[in-house]
């Protein structure tokens, strides 16, 4: 048996962040483990212990996420690892146990994370909630579907400008969309603005776009040079592309296209709505390739029910099933935006973790009923959830936490 408890000190922290660590190239420096404490409090970081020594550790980011039409407290879970030398024998389940019973216990309705493997989380009630890819836009083939007068004008800042000016066009962006997490200044700068040593080859840029003398998009981004029998070869690099207007976002995607010498726009973490796909005339030469992006676990049904905005329909009863979570089991009745307990007959049976895939609008009921991971009880339950719970724009989620 493991023993699993919040880490109680820095040291801790760091051993039990060693857990994951041991699989990176290079291990974590003692410079990355200061900025990781200041972003992932110590008491946040479970470990596991095997007669006093960690050998597993399971953190979480404390945030918020935009759901559809609202944003919740969510638990990012992070630095999930066990040790090579006590793997498959139920650390990272007691560890996903305890971490569970915390976030329920501090009132965070969702937690969210990005997983190394598929095949990971769905048995601690993970759904599949949201879709991403990387686009790779050939100057050749760069142009866009229509004319376009781009608006604004761009302009290099400097990290300390981008502190100020990149956030507020970020939390707009972030009104509009679900999947995106709130960012504290510690985390622009830890994870967003600072130069680092490793990228002092390609250095990140920071532009701005300022329309009406008000900064309306922004781009982070770094070039790696690149001649190649006397052409241009080079490649940029998109960290992330940010507008708060569609005039804003448009302009900043053109900008970024336009830079000479480019041979390529590698996007990656774009979702499948994303505004390149209709503003380029050959989206098609742009490989998109999908893959999963967040999985979200539902751990407060009736706080995280009731915590997002839905479309047009009348009440729907759901039967639930959590393995692990044992205050989910049971009926909810979601009725104008409420989410309660009730004793109605069900319209619709599922697990935890198919709700989940269904929370931020991405994945349809009727995709859930195909493959079996739902029972539609009531006839036109499955079209009335969808009515419901579909939501546009799609989740994204700009950044691997
Ligand atoms: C993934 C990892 C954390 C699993 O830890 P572990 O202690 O071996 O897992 P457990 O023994 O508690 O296994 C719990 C369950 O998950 C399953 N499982 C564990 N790792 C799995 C994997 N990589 N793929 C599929 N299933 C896995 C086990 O089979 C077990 O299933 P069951 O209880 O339903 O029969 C560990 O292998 C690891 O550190 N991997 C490298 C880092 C990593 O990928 N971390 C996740 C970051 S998102």
Redesign the pocket.
């Known amino acids: 048996m493991f023993d699993v408890r919040p880490c109680a000190d820095q040291e801790e922290f760091s051993r039990a962040v060693g ?2 660590g041991q ?1 990176f190239n290079p291990p974590p420096s003692e410079e990355f483990l200061v900025d990781f404490n200041r972003v992932l409090p110590h008491e946040r970081m479970h470990a596991g212990f095997e007669n006093g020594v960690i050998v ?1 550790g399971a953190g979480v980011f404390p945030f918020e996420l935009s759901v559809p039409g609202g944003s919740l407290p969510c638990a990012g879970v992070t630095a ?3 040790q090579p030398t ?9 560890m996903m146990d305890a971490q569970l019973r915390d976030v329920h216990e501090r009132g965070e309705p969702i937690a969210a ?5 598929e ?2 989380y769905g ?1 601690f009630g993970y759904g599949l909630a949201s879709w991403a890819g990387e686009l790779k836009v050939s100057h050749e083939w760069d142009a866009f579907a229509e004319p376009l007068e781009p608006a604004g004008t761009a302009r290099f800042v400097t990290a300390e400008e981008a502190r100020e000016l990149f956030p507020p066009v970020y939390e707009r962006a972030r009104q509009q969309r679900p999947g995106m997490l709130s960012r504290s200044k510690e985390w622009w700068e830890i994870r967003h603005l600072r130069h680092r040593d490793d990228e002092q080859n390609a250095p990140r840029r920071f532009i701005a776009l300022d329309v009406d003398g008000e900064t309306q998009a922004y781009a982070i981004y770094r070039t790696f040079f690149a001649f190649e029998g006397g052409l241009p070869g080079s490649r940029l690099v998109v960290r992330e592309a940010v507008g708060a207007t569609p005039e804003a976002t448009a302009a900043i995607w053109r900008f970024l296209l336009d830079i000479d010498w480019m041979a390529v726009a590698e996007v990656p973490l774009a979702p499948p709505d994303h505004p390149l796909f209709l503003l380029l005339a050959l989206p098609r030469r742009a490989g998109y390739r999908m893959h999963d992006s967040l999985w979200v676990r539902i751990v407060d049904i009736p706080a995280a029910l009731s915590g997002r905005a839905y479309g047009e329909g009348g009440p729907l009863v759901f039967e639930v099933r959590d393995a692990i979570c044992e205050w989910n089991e049971g009926r909810w009745k979601l009725e104008d935006g409420v989410c309660e307990r009730t004793d109605a007959a069900p319209d619709l049976a599922l697990d935890v973790s198919a709700l989940g895939s269904a929370y931020l609008g991405a994945v349809s009921f009727t995709q859930l009923r195909e493959v079996l991971r739902l029972e539609e009880l009531r006839g036109g339950a499955v079209a009335r959830a969808d009515a419901l719970f579909s939501w546009r724009p799609l989740p994204w989620c700009p950044e691997i936490f």
Request: net charge positive.
């Open positions: 857990a994951i699989y597993g999930v690892g066990v006590h793997r498959r024998r139920g650390v990272l389940r007691a994370l990005w997983a190394s493997e095949t990971i048995r």
